[in-house]
């Protein structure tokens, strides 16, 4: 099987980015065609295992970045991974203000300066639902 895989990964390519195939659609990987009414595009399988290593480097991002972190509980970790996924770790370290008051445990201070940004705006009720995931600890269905 290992020679098959790589034949066909020298036959096909392998890109890990989407690229355009010869007859120009979109393809990722090893020749999947994954235009819409054309290839197969991904199996539900597929987007819960490209998800689930997504949501693990949120972890290992957010872990390795904010010593407090882990001693958030389950909700407040959900919220920040979930901020994480949304904005990458590299924009997320940006809201200064709002991280240094989840650093002081003033949960509330962070969700007024997360919703007092730019992403809020863009996202809407996400962040209205995340931002009171944070302030309460609580999971709060959509507001």
Same mark, same amino acid.
């Given at each position: 099987?290992?020679?098959?895989?790589?034949? $066909? !990964?020298? /036959?096909?390519?392998?890109?890990? /980015?989407?690229? !355009?195939?010869?007859? %120009?659609?979109?393809? &990722? %990987?090893?020749?999947?065609?994954?235009? !819409?009414?054309? %290839?197969?595009?991904?199996? /539900?399988?597929?987007?819960?295992?490209? #998800?689930?290593?997504?949501?693990?480097?949120?972890?290992? *991002?957010?872990?390795?970045?904010?010593?407090?972190?882990?001693?958030?509980?389950?909700?407040? !970790?959900?919220?920040?991974?979930?901020?994480?996924?949304?904005? %990458? &770790?590299?924009?997320?370290?940006?809201?200064?203000? @709002?991280?240094? @008051?989840?650093?002081?445990?003033?949960?509330?201070? =962070? =969700?007024? /300066?997360?919703?007092?940004?730019?992403? @809020?705006?863009?996202?809407?009720?996400? =962040? #209205?639902?995340?931002?009171?995931?944070?302030?309460?600890?609580? $999971?709060? *269905?959509?507001?």
């Amino acid at each position: 099987m290992n020679r098959l895989l790589e034949t $066909l !990964k020298r /036959h096909e390519g392998l890109k890990y /980015h989407v690229y !355009k195939d010869s007859l %120009g659609y979109e393809t &990722i %990987g090893v020749g999947r065609c994954i235009r !819409k009414n054309v %290839g197969l595009g991904l199996s /539900h399988d597929e987007v819960d295992y490209l #998800l689930m290593n997504d949501v693990q480097r949120c972890i290992e *991002e957010l872990d390795a970045n904010f010593e407090w972190f882990r001693e958030l509980n389950t909700i407040r !970790k959900e919220a920040m991974i979930n901020m994480c996924f949304n904005l %990458g &770790i590299t924009r997320l370290k940006k809201f200064k203000n @709002a991280l240094a @008051a989840m650093a002081e445990e003033d949960y509330n201070s =962070a =969700a007024f /300066h997360f919703m007092d940004s730019r992403w @809020a705006t863009q996202v809407g009720l996400r =962040a #209205l639902e995340v931002t009171q995931m944070i302030a309460t600890g609580e $999971l709060n *269905e959509r507001p």
